[in-house]
Structure formats: C-alpha cells, structure tokens
Nanobody
Framework: QVQLVESGGGLVQTGGSLRLSCAAS????????MGWYRQAPGKPRELVAT???????TYTDSVKGRFTISRDNAKNTVHLQMNSLKPEDTAVYYC??????????WGQGTQVTVSS
C-alpha cells in the first residue's frame, strides 16, 4: 500500500505562484510514475504533469512553460511549481502514483484558487 499526502494549495492572485508538494509513504519502492491531476468544478479530472523515477517529464499543453514537476526519490516526494497562475488553473489538485502490478494511488487533493 502507498499513501499520498498533498500540501501547498491556497488562494493566489493571477500571475502569482504556488508550490504543491506530495509526500509518499508505505511501499514507496513499488512506485514508478508519479504525477499531478486537477479537477475543476463541473469538469473531468485532467492530467497536468507526470514524472518517472528517471526520464523525461510530460505536461499538458495549457501549463507548459509555467509549471514544473520535480521529484526526490530519496525523500519520496514530488512537487509541482506553478508560476504565472491563471484563473483557469483553479481546481483541486491531486497527486497520483502508479505502482507495481499497475496499482494506482491518489492523494486527498488540495485546493488551488486563482483570483482574477
């Protein structure tokens, strides 16, 4: 089992920055790909960024150049640095991990609100 706990959400003005963090615990050695999703009210959950244990990161087009995903395998943490935030970035952000045997784990979510 893997547990994921997010932190760092909040309220920020347009153009501001936030840094989300996700701490993994439990059977962290089984984790491969990690990522961040978000879900705005009335919309489906959207993949924002992914990062493997080693290798290239991926981003959805709307956040490229503004968001940066990073990972510390030794500390079992993953971060999402969000710059130049826009009102359309407002959502609940979820940390996710894909582990051995194709098991998916989710955090509880953290609210990000960008005011115009």
């Amino acid at each position: 089992q893997v547990q994921l706990v997010e932190s760092g959400g909040g309220l920020v003005q347009t153009g501001g920055s936030l840094r989300l963090s996700c701490a993994a615990s439990g059977s962290t050695f089984t984790i491969g790909l990690m990522g961040w999703y978000r879900q705005a009210p009335g919309k489906p959950r959207e993949l924002v960024a992914t990062i493997p244990r080693s290798g290239p990161t991926t981003y959805t087009d709307s956040v490229k150049g503004r968001f940066t995903i990073s990972r510390d395998n030794a500390k079992n943490t993953v971060h999402l640095q969000m710059n130049s935030l826009k009102p359309e970035d407002t959502a609940v952000y979820y940390c996710a991990a894909k582990a051995r045997y194709d098991r998916d784990y989710w955090g509880q979510g953290t609210q990000v609100t960008v005011s115009s």
